[in-house]
């Protein structure tokens, strides 16, 4: 059973803190993401990683950076915590192929910052 | 402007009608996702289709590619189809990343 992990379900940090959120997949998938989710907005791409090492930034990636050093771990990192970072992250996984990928989530943490 | 519609954004429905949920976009893709997500969070992917019509259980879905337009049905529902559907699009090109919409808030009640 295909399965991702997210470090924390819920996490309260404050301004100007530096705070990590990991992401593991035992897919062996090449593919990972990171999303967050606000009411209305939808889902939006903070940044993804198609290898080890490699990233690309998404449609909102101001405020945050990234980290792959292993296949299976993507961590999102944001250097100085501000109050409008305050939602839900959610990491997902897809194995690369040249057709259609279906994309697998993690259970999302939910991030305040006071 | 959302590149991703969808319609109805809230929708309440008795156990046991159809319920269509709609999904439409403004270029052309290489496949359309359908997704679910329940309170607390988790999403599920329900159907990932590039044509015609995919069925799984009561869920069935569409896409009429010419008109970009995607429809989600489910029949005979049931209070455990209350979720929020999502309807996400990859486009030619990016195979990997995608694009969502809003979100359709399902409610089912008794």
């Known amino acids: 059973d295909v399965k991702v992990t997210q470090s924390s379900r819920y996490l309260v940090k404050r301004t100007g803190e530096k705070v990590f959120l990991e992401c593991v997949q035992d897919?062996?998938?090449?593919?990972m993401f990171w999303y967050r989710q606000d009411p209305g907005l939808g889902l939006r791409l903070i940044y993804f990683?198609?290898?080890?090492?490699?990233?690309e930034k998404g449609d909102i990636p101001e405020g945050y950076s990234v980290s792959r050093e292993k296949k299976e771990r993507f961590s999102l990192i944001l250097e100085s915590a501000s109050t409008n970072q305050t939602s839900m992250y959610l990491c997902?996984?897809?194995?690369?192929?040249?057709?259609?990928?279906?994309?697998?989530f993690g259970p999302g943490t939910r991030l305040t910052v006071l | 402007k959302n590149e991703v519609e969808q319609s109805p954004q809230n929708l309440t429905a008795q156990e046991g009608e159809f319920i269509t949920i709609n999904c439409s976009y403004s270029?052309?893709?290489?496949?359309l996702h359908w997704l679910q997500q329940h309170p607390g969070g988790g999403i599920v992917s329900l159907f990932m289709?590039?044509?015609g019509k995919k069925k799984h259980g009561r869920l069935i879905a569409t896409i009429n590619i010419q008109e970009k337009h995607s429809s989600l049905h489910i029949t005979a529902s049931h209070p455990r189809d209350s979720a929020v559907y999502i309807c996400?699009?990859?486009?030619?090109?990016?195979?990997?990343?995608?694009?969502f919409g809003t979100g359709t808030r399902l409610q089912v009640t008794l």
């Open positions: 990683s198609y290898d080890v090492k490699m990233k």
């Open positions: 897919m062996d998938h090449e593919n």
């Open positions: 289709l590039s044509s």
């Open positions: 270029v052309g893709i290489s496949a």
């Open positions: 996400a699009v990859s486009y030619t090109g990016t195979a990997s990343k995608l694009t």
């Open positions: 997902a996984s897809s194995l690369f192929s040249r057709g259609q990928d279906t994309q697998y």
